[in-house]
């Protein structure tokens, strides 16, 4: 580290980490000092206001010397800092994403067994589940001799062209899109994994989050094991090639009793595919058939892209084992109390899947029914935050007989910025993906249905541009419950300072997104519209309730998948 950045560290700055982020942090001569807390830094991005450095924890990057050491509480990340200069907004600098205020995917799955155009069905499979994963994209295929793989950052239809995907001959394949977190679009973490072993090759495409994956990478470089990645999947690679099992499914199965977490996962072995869903069954997974293949996607619009019919869900603690002979089920764990991931209903999945064996339409009309009739309005509108907030709010003026309008547009083109991202050019983020329909908001009383608040950022600003638009009333409608902690099983979510509801009442949350009247949905309101009678659904999030022991709260080993 460059002397003169030494000394401007602060004696006694306490940097923390949490789920990978940092807190922000301003060098001044005194040093170090916090400015904000939980704010998540991507590569290139910048402190705000009249900062003159930087910190965020990235990989590889500087570590900590001198005074500030004995004062930091790190993880074994390090912390980068680089000088500020203060230049005007219209400077071009490196790309910063626009900010989103929602809870993020990790990734989607993807697989077909016994077809010669496999690849090709992978790549379309991953078209569809794009929503699920936008850092990065990856598929493995085998023609029954070796594992052959092409994958990288961006987009499907950026990642893959003509070209490679001509190289990845064979009747089976698997795929894998991903979303990752800030310092973390790093390729190699990019999936498929893919290693060679004593029982060969295997290729491993992984939906969810081990949360005790950090005791058992140090476990396992305690004797000696070398990663090759950040990623918490790789965990399970390491004790697969360790079981003394010759049989895979019986290696894999032994491999899978050391994780606790969720995982839904697809391996590729030259001469044989595996589809897992972990014991509680948190992620999605589903079986479909093609002209005699085999197909495996997290949501079922994968299969309607390529013409697959559906057949069923892998269930929680079963692998299914895809080869010549056809589809073998394994039990590999004894049943657990499910807990299926609500938010795949309330926002992750496409509305056009079937979900955890219901439809993901269904269930967000009916959330929009039951916030009407727990939350109604004196209104002209319902306006949707689009494009999540689309169903809730077709229920909401179903059940409210309130006239259903699209007074908000969103642009599906904007992705990055190239210019400084100060306060002032930040504010146009939303601007950028909305823009208000003037003639049908103006005089208007509004309802405005959204799925979710996260951390209220967004809905302020969106609340905002429906009053400046000419809107007398706002009255802001959540489809879920208030989101108070955050997510270990596969979600990324802010930390639970963050979150605003963790911290503020209801009222607290209107004056601040500057609302007429804000209205959540219950928590059994929810349970209602997805159809939950008998407490299969993992509501973690809304209560604090974790199904399984957290080894690893709030710092966790992987930049997730």
């Not at 939980?38 to 990057?61: C, M, N, T």
């Not at 390729?187 to 290693?195: G, I």
């Not at 599906?412 to 504010?427: C, K, L, S």
């Not at 959540?478 to 802010?494: K, Q």
Request: overall charge neutral.
């Amino acid at each position: 580290m460059p002397e003169d950045l030494q000394r401007n560290i602060l004696h006694g700055a306490r940097i923390s980490s949490e789920n990978n982020r940092c807190r922000e942090f301003r060098c001044r001569q005194g040093g170090l000092q916090g400015a904000g807390a939980g704010v998540k830094l991507s590569p290139g991005r910048r402190l705000e206001q009249e900062s003159d450095f930087w910190g965020g924890f990235q990989p590889g990057a500087w570590a900590l010397s001198g005074p500030a050491r004995q004062n930091a509480t790190l993880s074994s990340l390090t912390i980068a800092l680089r000088r500020k200069s203060l230049q005007p907004a219209s400077q071009l600098f490196p790309t910063f994403s626009l900010p989103e205020d929602k809870f993020h995917d990790y990734c989607g799955v993807f697989g077909v067994y016994g077809h010669p155009e496999a690849a090709k069905l992978t790549y379309l499979g991953l078209y569809a589940l794009q929503h699920r994963g936008q850092e990065s994209a990856g598929i493995v295929a085998t023609d029954g001799e070796s594992l052959v793989g092409h994958k990288g950052m961006g987009h499907v239809a950026e990642v893959f062209t003509e070209d490679a995907l001509s190289r990845l001959v064979g009747s089976a394949a698997i795929g894998h899109t991903r979303y990752s977190t800030a310092g973390d679009t790093d390729l190699k973490n990019a999936q498929p994994l893919t290693v060679s072993c004593q029982k060969g090759q295997v290729a491993l495409a992984h939906n969810g989050n081990l949360v005790n994956a950090a005791t058992l990478r140090k476990e396992l470089e305690s004797r000696g094991d070398i990663f090759q990645t950040t990623s918490d999947s790789e965990v399970i690679l390491h004790y697969f090639a360790r079981s003394k099992h010759n049989g895979i499914p019986e290696a894999v199965a032994e491999a899978l009793d050391k994780v606790v977490g969720a995982f839904s996962l697809v391996m590729l072995f030259k001469d044989c595919m595996l589809a897992i869903r972990d014991p509680r069954g948190f992620r999605p997974l589903c079986l479909g058939r093609l002209d005699g293949a085999h197909v495996v996607a997290s949501e079922t619009c994968a299969f309607d892209l390529i013409n697959a019919t559906y057949v069923r869900e892998v269930e929680p603690g079963e692998m299914v084992i895809l080869d010549r002979r056809g589809a073998t089920s394994l039990r590999f764990a004894p049943p657990a109390q499910p807990t299926q991931c609500i938010f795949e209903h309330v926002y992750f999945s496409r509305p056009d899947s079937v979900v955890f064996g219901r439809s993901v339409q269904t269930s967000r009309e009916m959330l929009g029914r039951l916030l009407a009739r727990e939350h109604p309005a004196e209104a002209d509108l319902v306006v949707p935050v689009p494009d999540s907030g689309v169903a809730a709010a077709i229920g909401y003026s179903e059940e409210s007989g309130i006239p259903l309008k699209f007074g908000l547009i969103r642009s599906h083109y904007v992705g990055r910025t190239f210019i400084e991202p100060t306060q002032a050019i930040r504010d146009f983020g939303v601007k950028l993906k909305l823009n208000p329909v003037r003639s049908l908001l103006d005089g208007t009383r509004v309802v405005l249905v959204d799925d979710s608040i996260i951390r209220g950022t967004t809905s302020r600003k969106i609340v905002r541009i429906v009053r400046e638009a000419g809107a007398r009333e706002v009255h802001l409608r959540v489809s879920c419950p208030p989101t108070i902690s955050p997510c270990f099983y596969g979600i990324d979510t802010p930390t639970k300072s963050e979150l605003i509801a963790a911290t503020q009442s209801v009222e607290e949350i209107r004056k601040f997104v500057g609302a007429d009247t804000l209205g959540y949905l219950s928590l059994e309101g929810m349970r209602r519209a997805v159809g939950d009678t008998q407490g299969r659904y993992c509501l973690a999030c809304y209560t604090a309730n974790y199904p399984t022991a957290i080894q690893e709260p709030l710092i966790t080993l992987r930049n997730r998948d």
